[in-house]
């Protein structure tokens, strides 16, 4: 006999664009992230525009990891290999646990589209203070390729055989 599923868990999720030359009536990457966590069930508790800076970066990610309402993080842009990208370098020092394979696979998946340019991809994801974070390229395509074949069914607490939910705070 198969154990049944658990139950849906809804998530407090914010989303971060990075990006020097977006503002909110251009952000199609993340207003397309904010409607696909709506869409499957989760809340977004804040989404920002934050300059490609690794220290404003920082601040914001290190402010919702201390947050006690906010449990997933989804940030998109500053992911490249262009030295000014510097999300990468942002977050690399908040975190307690990095998730290795999520930039193996993210790249897996970048490839079918991209081909062998997903090798300038620097996407990276991990747990700090039971606030999981994702660092995804900023265009619209690679944020949809992450959530429909990797984050949202790691973040859905029915997932099998096994999901990130039980590991984040409890609001």
Known sequence: MSKSPKEFVPLSVAIMTVSDSR????????????????????????????????????????????SEQVQVVIINGG????????????IEPLLDRTIEGFGELFRMVSYEDIGA????????????????????????????????RIICSQIDATTRPCNFVSQLKKI
Do not use: M
């Open 23 to 66: 503002d909110a009536s251009q952000d199609s990457s993340g207003d397309y992230l904010a409607e696909a966590i709506r869409e499957a069930g989760h809340q977004v508790a804040e989404q920002l525009i934050c300059p490609d800076n690794r220290y404003s970066i920082r601040a914001g990610v290190s402010r919702w990891i201390a």
């Open 79 to 90: 992911t490249g290999f262009h030295p000014k990208n510097s999300t990468p370098e942002a």
């Open 117 to 148: 340019a997903t090798l300038q991809s620097r996407a990276l994801a991990g747990l700090a203070n039971q606030t999981l974070i994702f660092a995804l390229p900023g265009s619209t395509s690679a944020c949809r390729q992450a959530w429909e």
